[in-house]
């Protein structure tokens, strides 16, 4: 599945912003308070939606998210997102959706022939089940507390519900534990200990020298941020779009690196999209020319640019990035 095309009309700060054949690992920079979160949020929005081909009430979703006036961009009486994809061997699928109570939903298989039926499975399978918008330790965010094991939570709450699942899958177990014992010094062992009467699940971390382990309150956020992001991304088989806000948080640079050399393997690997955004030096350092998007505001409106292979004039990113050279203004 790829991303031809993201438009977002009058949502928040997102006046009308198109995001055109995006790489699947793609990473959003600029200052506070320019709209990256806005971009996510809107995303987030429409995988909660119904999926459905007449109009259905909306206030569910404006008690989850705000009033219509809190997330319409002001002067505006309605907003629309739009995204199309390409659902091979389908063809072209288009969502749009308004607060105007409508929704259009359209699928096309090659050129003449309307496949709503398919368009329908394909945008539940996408946008419903495998979408995440992550903002690790950001219970103000939070939208729907999950207490399930399928998918963490915005907040990373029910981490040991997703993780103890995941650790009892032994290649992915073996895969978690390579990386721990790669970004956590003296780390040695990791479990879930399960309470079958209170219910209750309890992360146990075992480094060397040591035979008592470290539980939840005791780590620290760097490393319950590493627990979160490699749980998150090996929570689903299937081709995920993750959105992930500020995952530098507590991390050291060489953890940066390792995290950004991940993200950019799995969507190679398993069809992913992860998407950043961060305010990090050293994650930006790190990118590619298509892997960036730069995010500034103008008269209320965020505004983006995209680039594109070149763009860094032989600079690294972080440079081209810190001094203007990419011509989207400054990060502060």
């Not at 506070?32 to 009430?57: C, D, V």
Request: proline share 3%.
């Amino acid at each position: 599945m790829k991303i031809q095309k993201l438009h977002i009309k009058n949502f928040k700060s997102l006046v009308d912003l198109e995001i055109v054949e995006p790489n699947p690992f793609t990473v959003f920079v600029g200052a506070n308070a320019s709209g990256k979160s806005n971009i996510f949020e809107a995303l987030e929005f429409n995988a909660f939606l119904p999926i459905s081909y007449k109009a259905e009430p909306f206030e569910q979703f404006y008690r989850i998210f705000g009033s219509k006036e809190d997330l319409l961009s002001r002067g505006y009486s309605h907003a629309e997102i739009e995204i199309t994809l390409t659902l091979d061997p389908v063809g072209s699928f288009i969502a749009s959706y308004n607060f105007e109570n409508k929704l259009t939903v359209g699928a096309r298989l090659g050129k003449d022939h309307d496949l709503h039926n398919v368009a329908h499975s394909n945008i539940n399978n996408f946008w419903i089940k495998n979408f995440s918008r992550i903002f690790i330790g950001n219970k103000k965010e939070l939208k729907l507390h999950y207490k399930d094991d399928i998918g963490l939570s915005l907040d990373g709450s029910n981490l040991e519900k997703v993780l103890k699942r995941l650790l009892q899958d032994e290649t992915k177990r073996e895969e978690i534990v390579e990386y721990l014992r790669l970004l956590i010094p003296e780390f040695e062992h990791i479990e879930i200990h399960s309470d079958n009467i209170g219910g209750t699940d309890t992360l146990l971390l075992y480094e060397k020298g040591s035979n008592k382990p470290f539980s939840r309150n005791l780590i620290s956020d760097g490393t319950y941020n590493i627990l979160c992001l490699l749980t998150v991304v090996l929570q689903s088989d299937e081709p995920q779009f993750l959105c992930i806000e500020e995952p530098e948080n507590g991390l050291t640079p060489y953890v940066i690196e390792t995290f950004v050399e991940l993200f950019r393997a799995k969507c190679e690997e398993q069809g992913h999209y992860i998407w950043l955004n961060t305010h990090s030096q050293t994650l930006v350092r790190q990118l590619k020319e298509e892997e960036l998007i730069l995010v500034s505001k103008q008269n209320g409106a965020t505004q983006i640019k995209q680039l594109r292979k070149g763009d860094f004039y032989g600079l690294r990113a972080d440079e081209a990035w810190l001094t203007n050279a990419l011509g989207a203004g400054l990060p502060w």
